[in-house]
């Protein structure tokens, strides 16, 4: 067979032949370093297009006198890092292509031995899109942050502003009431033609009290408007100092809180034993009085309430408590917007207690500075599942 003929010579060049063409198709950039000199032995067909110099403009010359690699081993040090650590990864190292795009890129090398010689290999990887995508991530995580503090900044002078104009509307529609009182004395002494007295005693006593009594509601509603984005506008500024919590300990304080209401109503509440999670005890126990609450005013009046407390690790290095009832449960087109600021439905049976509408917009708020998540399942009818989040104790 002519396969067995083949001298030494021929195995050997077909070998490189092969080598050649991995380094030929790779799909990485490919630079080959003398490890004495830092000059540049050979480079793929992939870094010559990734940079866009030519073959002849890399080889020979030193790493550190190609424009891409100026900024990053403008000295020996780095390069000198290459030859003698054997093997040095670096994320994110920025480029410069020779028309000036910056790249960031995945730069591993790797120093070994070739016939007596010292040479490093460095791979070199395209992760602009990526780093780009980041980069602009973190940007945007930043303007967001502003924005917010921002908002609540505006939502906390606007919110007290508002005070005031409605203390005066309050103050004066209180006088006006006393005027009106003092005024029905005086009419009921007064001559006047008989038609024209009739009316005004009927103005005085039916629609400008009408009028008052809506003045005064609509002031009252819009003061209870006010405290609650007052309440909103100080999450931001709330200190959270997150430490190891006995959830066992946070939830039976809930309870208590709640004892008497939950006599009256015959709830039946199942606390499993709780792991302990890493956040704010008194922010905790603010945002489980909030879900309690709830599950007793959201709850189906044709059934006993059973409410269920549950707590597991997860693998990520955090805890996810549940709370479920078997309430009226939540419509699809809802459970979205019940997290919007003053987004209420209004309970049956809960017609003089509508609710603000702000307790899941600020346990959502409280659950994120504490650096965990909320979510809910739910089906219209069938009760409700409220998970929380947070990371374990370290
Ligand atoms: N456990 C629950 N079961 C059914 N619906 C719920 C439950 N918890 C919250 N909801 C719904 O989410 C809405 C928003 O809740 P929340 O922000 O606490 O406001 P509020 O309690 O003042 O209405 C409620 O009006 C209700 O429709
Ligand atoms: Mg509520």
Redesign the pocket.
């Known amino acids: 067979m002519q396969l067995e003929e083949r001298n030494d010579e021929d195995v050997l060049r077909d070998s490189e032949m092969r080598y050649r063409r991995l380094f030929e198709a790779a799909q990485d950039g490919i630079l080959i370093l003398d490890a004495v000199t830092g000059t540049i032995a050979d480079a793929n067909p992939f870094i010559i297009e990734l940079l866009g110099f030519s073959h002849e403009q890399l080889v020979n010359k030193k790493l550190w006198e190609i424009g891409a690699f100026l900024d990053f081993f403008a000295n020996l040090e780095k390069f000198e890092e290459l030859r003698d650590r054997g093997y040095v990864r670096y994320e994110g190292l920025p480029l410069v292509a020779a028309d000036g795009r910056k790249l960031f890129v995945e730069f591993v090398s790797n120093a070994y031995t070739v016939n007596d010689c010292r040479v490093i290999q460095c791979n070199i990887r395209d992760n602009t899109a990526r780093r780009q995508a980041e980069l602009e991530k973190e940007a945007l995580a930043v303007t967001l942050r502003e924005k917010n503090r921002e908002m609540e900044g505006f939502l906390y002078i606007t919110t007290h502003d508002l005070r005031s104009p409605l203390v005066n509307i309050q103050g004066f529609s209180r006088n006006l009431g006393k005027d009106l009182k003092r005024l029905q004395e005086l009419m009921a002494h007064a001559v006047l033609p008989k038609a024209a007295k009739g009316e005004a005693l009927k103005l005085m006593s039916e629609s400008v009290p009408e009028a008052l009594g809506f003045i005064t509601g609509s002031v009252l509603r819009m003061d209870q408007l006010i405290t609650a984005l007052l309440k909103i506008s100080r999450l931001g500024r709330l200190e959270i100092t997150a430490r190891p919590v006995d959830m066992n300990a946070v939830l039976k304080n809930v309870l208590e809180t709640f004892a008497y209401r939950l006599e009256k109503t015959g709830v039946e509440v199942k606390v499993e034993s709780l792991p302990p999670c890493s956040a704010d005890a008194g922010i905790l126990t603010q945002f489980f009085m ?2 309690i ?3 007793l ?3 189906d009046r044709g059934r006993k309430l059973e409410i269920t407390v549950k707590g597991k690790i997860t693998d990520a290095h955090s805890v996810i408590y549940t ?1 479920s ?1 078997n ?4 419509k699809a087109a ?1 459970l979205e ?3 919007e600021v003053f ?5 049956p049976g809960e017609a003089a207690d ?10 959502k708020r409280l659950v994120e500075r504490s650096g965990g998540r909320i979510w ?1 399942e ?1 089906k219209e009818g069938a ?2 599942d ?1 998970f929380i989040e947070l990371p374990a104790p370290v």
Not at 327 to 330: A, D, E, V
Not at 354 to 363: A, C, H, N, R, S
């Open positions: 909030n879900i609450d709830n599950c005013k959201y709850r709370v009832d309430g009226l449960g939540i809802d917007k019940i997290w987004y209420s439905v209004q309970a509508k609710g603000e509408g702000i307790g899941l917009t600020i346990t809910v739910s009760g409700a409220f």
